[in-house]
């Protein structure tokens, strides 16, 4: 388990991140947590699972330009 998963999983904030990255990802993307799981759907329909927060949190801020730095005070931003 990651240190990132481990630190939402101890402070029970799963749900409270899950908002902030829907509400910073572009038009067309969703995502749903399924169990200890996240899943970040396309709007082309294609599907990609992750098993880590860390990595959910490296895919967004790569491929969307989300700034991630402060997801653990509660911000997360489009950039």
């Known amino acids: 388990m990651s240190e990132a998963t481990a630190h939402v999983n101890e402070k029970g ?8 990255l829907r509400s910073a990802l572009p038009p ?3 995502l749903v947590t399924m169990q200890d799981r996240w899943a970040l ?11 880590d927060i860390d990595e959910l949190l490296a ?3 790569s491929r969307f330009g989300i700034d991630i730095s402060g997801w653990r005070h509660g911000r997360v931003e489009r950039t």
């Open 13 to 20: 904030v799963k749900y409270r991140l899950l908002g902030q």
């Open 28 to 30: 067309g993307q969703t």
């Open 41 to 51: 759907r396309g709007r082309n329909g294609s599907h990609l699972v992750f098993d």
């Open 59 to 61: 895919h967004v801020r």
